[in-house]
């Protein structure tokens, strides 16, 4: 079986990107249109779809897309149903629709607090449950785009640290139940990466972003790509033997560094 399924992931892969019209999925989705892999896209708005679309057939990969809100079950499940008409079985999913905003949990509204959970944490339940039926096993790789609020408590992220803990709990729950059949399914961690809303929104302005550059120990700033090459290693076959990991692609900034975007919401949100 693990030479069925490194053979298998040395082969043209099916790639599914959910969340990938923008931000950092969308680098991910690009990372592997150059890898040589078909690539899908999923998100929201019809326009971003077919700009993204024709950005990976631009780097020379077959591409397409489709619509469909993660928080929809059915939507996503008839989306992934006749991507799997056209392309037959998924070797690689990446799952990372996200929503974020700053707030104190004192001043979030329920549906604040609910909207982020449905957004990231049921959503990626719902990715899981869509493409489970038509995914190859053995073989197959599954990567959640987590954060580092899933390990790292911040003020003003109550929500969004409770939303993706949940995540990486089920990377590590569905690596037990579905690892018998050859499934690997793990989770990327960025840090803080530049030209992405998530740090527009965290860190507005060149001051917090010089700050935080410099609270990285490798003194810089993750680009897209970096989280890119993380999941584009993660589904191929120097891979095969890893599953159920979190892993941080963040220059080592979870190792204290992150506490500073903590301490500037803090301030901000006093």
Known sequence: MPDQAQNHAQSPRNVLVVGGTSGINRGVAEGFARSGARVAVVGRSAA?????????????????????????????????SDLHAAWGELDVVVSGAAG???????????????????????????????????????????????????????????????????????????????????IRINSVMPGPIEHTEGMARLAPGDESLEA?????PLKRLGQVEDIAAACTFLASAS?????????????????????LISDRLAKGLA
């Not at 990715?127 to 408590?153: C, M, R, T």
């Open 100 to 182: 974020n905003f700053p707030a104190l949990a004192t001043g979030m509204s329920p549906n604040g607090f609910r909207s982020v959970l449905e957004i990231d944490l049921l959503g990626s339940f719902h990715v899981l449950q869509a493409v489970y039926p038509f995914l190859v096993k053995p073989g197959a790789s599954v990567i959640h785009i987590s954060a580092p609020q899933a390990a790292l408590p911040m003020v003003g992220q109550s929500h969004v640290c409770a939303a993706k803990a949940g995540v990486d709990m089920l990377t590590r729950t569905l690596a037990l139940e579905w690892g018998p059949e050859g």
């Open 212 to 216: 935080i550059r410099a609270s990285v």
């Open 48 to 80: 971003k779809i077919d700009d993204t679309v024709q950005r990976l057939r631009d780097l020379g990969a077959e591409a397409r897309g489709f619509s469909a809100d993660v928080r929809d079950p059915e939507a996503l499940a008839a989306g992934v």
């Open 239 to 259: 891979a095969s033997f890893i599953t159920g990991v979190v892993l941080p692609v963040d220059g080592g900034w979870s190792l204290g560094g992150a506490t």
